[in-house]
């Protein structure tokens, strides 16, 4: 199985980054972790502050893997693009987010990318991927 971790905006600063909100590690010490607990998934990542790269990367994984995780950052409450997007796609795609958005400002109840997505986890941590990760795998 091959699943895809595409972190947007602002996430390579994880662990620096509001440690109070985010924590204190980084995406790229977590990783190995959910390489290591999932031996037989292949995991892949990618990471841009750029809405337009995030797209292209998108598209030119979306038909070929089993399924996306995708933390789009504050482009979750902006982006018909990335809408638009996943709606194309052919793998399913989980919506992550590190923190309880909706314990957070008004402005990020809102999620632009929602619908289009299979499913939403947040707030757990760094864990909302691992619980991505399972939701992708338990699906038929």
Known sequence: MNIQIINGPNLNLLG??????????????????LRQRYPD???GYYQSNIEGELINHMQEVGFTCDGIILNAG???????ALHDCIRSLKAPVVE???SNVHQREEFRHHSMISSACKGVICGFGLNSYRLALEA?????
Do not use: M, N, W
Request: glycine content about 6%.
């Open 16 to 33: 620096v980054r509001e440690p109070g909100i985010y924590g204190s590690s980084s995406f790229e010490s977590y990783l190995p972790q």
């Open 41 to 43: 998934v292949e995991l």
């Open 74 to 80: 504050a482009y979750t409450h902006t982006s018909v």
């Open 96 to 98: 992550v987010h590190i």
């Open 136 to 140: 992708l795998l338990d699906l038929p």
